[in-house]
């Protein structure tokens, strides 16, 4: 399994990007970061894309990924969610007045809309061109899960944007062949206030949680917030288990 990190981080500036994954280079796994880190061509390779959360962060893209297969001569685009999350952006993003719903408009170049919505229901698995996707929730503000995706005998669990939760681990814990798990640390140790009150974690509560999956592979911690990088890096890498990593906006083999 191949995998791309396009944006690793919960803010953006000229050097950091807004969290955004693809796998083998069709699938991906939030859209804070796709369009404008990828060519027209490669957004053409994507057949569907899984919301962990409505949050800004995780879905700026999405609206111009959309846009763009508008003018493709491809296949339409599949936007997975779990129900409750697929609710919020069809109110308030693809509504026809923040943006258009281009489900209801028909591609001149296709003769099909561009884009169709699957709302997943949670614990179930859902397959999708042979990958299993099997969402499951989180605890952060508001609706929001993250995702296992499973493809070609491995899996790899995305939390999303989570605060210490339990229901994903259960399920990664019985899972086989997980190969990675991608989580959060999006401020530091002296800012655990902030992390609980916002739903999410730090490097301290991170490594609480690394004490419920007993999975072994490596378990990331993304979605890092630019002021604090440094210190979420460094309290991350003094963590006392190996598989304990920072995720880097780099390309990885699985």
């Known amino acids: 399994m191949r995998l791309k990190v396009l944006g690793a981080y919960g803010a953006s500036d000229a050097e950091h990007n807004l969290t ?6 069709w699938l991906a796994v939030d859209a804070g970061t796709l369009t404008s880190k990828l060519s027209f061509a490669q957004q053409a390779r994507i057949q569907a894309v899984f919301i962990t959360h409505p949050h800004a962060d995780h879905i700026r893209d999405l609206p111009h990924l959309i846009h763009n297969r508008f003018s493709q001569s491809v296949a339409a685009l599949t936007v997975f969610a779990a129900k409750d999350v697929m609710e919020l952006l069809s109110k308030n993003i693809f509504n026809g007045v923040v943006w258009p719903d281009f489900a209801a408009l028909t591609s001149p170049f296709t003769g099909k809309p ?11 698995k859902t397959m999708f061109n042979n990958v299993g996707l099997t969402v499951i929730p989180v605890d952060h503000q508001g609706p929001a899960s993250g995702v ?16 210490p939760t339990h229901e994903i ?8 062949n997980v190969v990675a798990v991608i989580s959060e640390a999006s401020f530091p140790n002296d800012q655990q206030t902030l992390a609980d009150e916002s739903g999410h974690l730090s490097p301290q509560t991170f490594g609480d949680e690394l004490k419920k999956i007993t999975v072994d592979a490596p378990i990331y911690a993304s979605h890092r917030k630019i002021p604090f990088e440094r210190d979420i890096e460094s309290q991350i890498r003094n963590l006392r288990d190996r598989r304990a990593r920072v995720l880097l906006e780099k390309n990885y083999t699985l």
């Open 169 to 176: 681990w259960k399920r990664t814990n019985k899972t086989p």
């Open 114 to 124: 561009p884009v169709q919505y699957r709302a997943l229901t949670s614990g179930k």
């Open 148 to 163: 296992i995706v499973e493809i070609n005998g491995q899996a790899i669990t995305f939390t999303g944007d989570t605060g």
């Open 20 to 25: 955004g994954y693809l796998i083998d280079d």
